[in-house]
């Protein structure tokens, strides 16, 4: 093994992609990833070598860690893996104990590396849409602990320095002493109507905050109800203004999604729902298997030519067709001159990745509207058309080309069969749902409704809160069926379709 390197990467203040390019190459590379309870979850998909994950959170409770277990746990780790990241909120050196684990580090003859994050201080601010100095009112910036070591007799903070600071102050680690921080300020000349805001869950899609007068800011958190974590700003710059506010004026902002793919598809729709701000649970409804094995998918491809149309319904049926071609030593050639009919933006631009154009995409992205466009072009009577597709799908699209006298070869590149989620994750959704929590809860296909209500009551979705949004009339035939109503149908039958319907209803 090359010799091992601990690497103590800043994850950032929350939002995934805060993280820097040299972070995000580490967590491409690393064997393990030693991490903090506050690292959002999503960031540790970023993970591409599926490295053993240990999270350290430092909390009550039965799988809480003590510093020293820590520093030994590093230690052992660096011993066993050639690339260890130790992943930690924010920046690691501000009011972490990222100094002590490096000195165990040291004394173990270790390597490492220190890479600098986003300090929550400054993302909280400018997630809230002001900044901690300005040229106008406040020049000077300091940064203060809101929980000392417990075990030191002293305070190292100068209190009456604070109190005549003619600045920003800005306190990590505070609610458990707000009242306190800002009773002791006063008291050390500090104007008890000095501006003070507080972040909660700052950078992330469950961000709230509260402003008040110092004097006034505990009792405001209080009546909010915001705990930790959570960042206090306090001076002449922290006022939060309605219409600077970017990141809570984003589409889905406030909305919480659950969303129901399988483990592919839910990672490719969870960036973009947060993109537009919203929050993401995940339930992997279905799993994806290869069938490209099967005899039958190796000859009809080598017999490509002998067809006059090929038609692709998903993706999904490019990907696996272009993987049996490599295992075959071929490639797009084979195509020739056939023509090429597929579904949906998504699997033309799959096509397009291996150097083919569509000859049709329909202008509705349904089985039914490619089967009536094509019919309607070209005179299928005697025509050679090979599917290459799933085997759920359904029978419509080859008993309408065959209606129009097509002589029809319906190959399986690939099928879809339902994926029993964890027993804790089941229990979460239930509690979230029950406790009126989920917003909405997209279905994307047949499957996933089907695998999703095998797993969750109906009724108790029925009961919540949460509203159902089908992404076309199959998948709102199927929830119909389980006696479930699409609250909302996607007009272009997509994921991005169903994104712009939970907007622009958000919008409403």
Known sequence: ???????????????????????????????????????????????????????????????????????????????????????????????????????????????????????????????????????????????????????????????????????????YMAMGNLESIARTLIENGKDPYTPTAVIENATLPTQRQAEAELSAIAGRCAEAGLSAPAIVVIGPTARIRPETQWFAHKPLFGTHVLITRDEEGNHLFSHKLYEQGAQVSFLDTIQTVSLIEQPSVAEALSQMSAYDWVVFTSSKGVRHTFKKLRHMGSDARLFGDVKIACIGRQTHGALLMHGLQSDLVPEKYTGSCLARTLIERDNLSGKKMLLLRSAAAPDYLPAAFRQAGAEVTDVSVYTVVAKQAAPETIAEIRKALDKGRIDWIPFTSSSTVRSFFEQIDPQLVRLSRARIVSIGPMTTEALSQLGMKADLEAAEHTIDGILDALILQNHD
């Open 1 to 171: 093994m090359d010799k091992s390197k601990v690497y103590f990467v800043g994850a950032g203040p929350g939002d995934l992609e805060l993280i820097t390019l040299r972070g995000y190459a580490l967590l491409q590379k690393a064997d393990c990833v030693i991490y903090d309870g506050l690292v959002y979850p999503l960031l540790l998909e970023c993970c591409r070598r599926k490295p053993e994950l240990i999270c350290v959170r430092k909390r009550t409770g039965a799988h809480s860690y003590r510093q020293d277990q820590i520093n030994q746990l590093i230690v052992q780790k660096a011993q066993e893996y050639a690339c260890v990241v130790r992943l930690k909120g924010g920046d690691p050196g501000m009011f972490g104990r990222a100094a002590e684990e490096i000195e165990a580090c040291v004394r173990a003859g270790i390597d490492f590396e220190i890479v600098p994050g986003v300090t929550a201080a400054t993302a909280a601010a400018e997630y809230c849409g002001f900044f901690l100095t300005d040229r106008a009112a406040s020049s000077q910036v300091v940064f203060v602990t809101g929980r000392e070591a417990p075990e030191k007799e002293d305070s190292s903070i100068d209190w009456g320095l604070l109190g005549r600071f003619d600045g920003t102050i800005v306190f």
